[in-house]
């Protein structure tokens, strides 16, 4: 069955302490992977898709990277405006070769001043 | 502003009523997509639906309908309410299946049933 776990559930960092979210799938035939980060109360905000593995993509203090099992979404010197919940979600196909998203949980992120 | 619209933002109903969330996707793209946000479940993709044809069915309950118009609009019919139905319900639209971009999500529309 097509899985996808975020780990930790939930991160508090103190601010420009560096971490990694991970994001680990199981997926028959993986399309691509997202990231997006969702605020309280808003719609999730979409940050990066990766489509193989060794594929990097940055984004001011955001890297997100991809292996076969899992992906990490690395936070350098994070800032409180970081706090959020950062999900993932893989691109499988369903039987009838249409695209769907296996979304994770989450980990919720909080960075303190 | 993402530029998908959902309203209402806050919706309060009783049990065994029916409401309708109406969702405005970004100008352009083609998709709307359904998704129901719980605390316990994360997000639970519906319904989605390309250019007013219904392309990929989810975890959608039968007491729960949705329709494209051919302004591309979307509405999610929810019916029979029970309290279990309360939840986040976000709309996204993509132009190109989410491929390159992802999907564009709204504020969502919070729908509490007492």
């Known amino acids: 069955e097509d899985q996808v776990t975020q780990s930790p559930e939930a991160l508090r960092l103190q601010e420009g302490e560096s971490s990694s979210l991970n994001c680990s799938y199981t997926?028959?035939?993986?399309?691509?992977l997202f990231w997006y980060r969702q605020d309280p109360g808003k719609g999730p905000e979409f940050l990066f898709t990766?489509?193989?593995?060794?594929e990097e993509k940055e984004k001011e203090r955001l890297k997100a990277t991809l292996t076969k099992k899992e992906s990490f979404l690395h936070i350098t010197a994070p800032k409180p405006e970081d706090s959020a919940t950062y999900l993932c979600?893989?691109?499988?196909?369903?039987?009838?070769?249409?695209?769907?998203?296996?979304w994770g949980l989450g980990t919720s992120l909080a960075v303190n001043p | 502003d993402s530029g998908v619209t959902q309203t209402p933002k806050h919706l309060i109903t009783a049990t065994g009523q029916r409401v309708t969330l109406r969702c405005s996707p970004r100008?352009?793209?083609?998709?709307v997509y359904w998704y129901q946000q719980s605390l316990d479940q994360g997000l639970q993709f519906l319904i989605q639906?390309?250019?007013?044809?219904?392309?990929a069915k989810g975890n959608i309950l039968e007491r729960f309908s949705a329709q494209q118009f051919p302004d591309l609009h979307s509405e999610l019919n929810l019916s029979s309410l029970e309290l279990g139905d309360s939840a986040l319900y976000f709309c996204?639209?993509?132009?190109?299946?989410?491929?390159?971009?992802?999907?564009?999500f709204g504020s969502g529309t919070r729908l509490t049933v007492v």
């Open positions: 979600a893989a691109v499988a196909r369903d039987a009838g070769n249409n695209r769907k998203l296996i």
């Open positions: 100008s352009g793209d083609l998709s």
């Open positions: 639906y390309y250019n007013g044809e219904e392309r």
């Open positions: 997926v028959s035939g993986l399309r691509g």
């Open positions: 990766l489509y193989s593995a060794g």
């Open positions: 996204a639209s993509s132009v190109d299946g989410g491929i390159n971009y992802g999907y564009t």
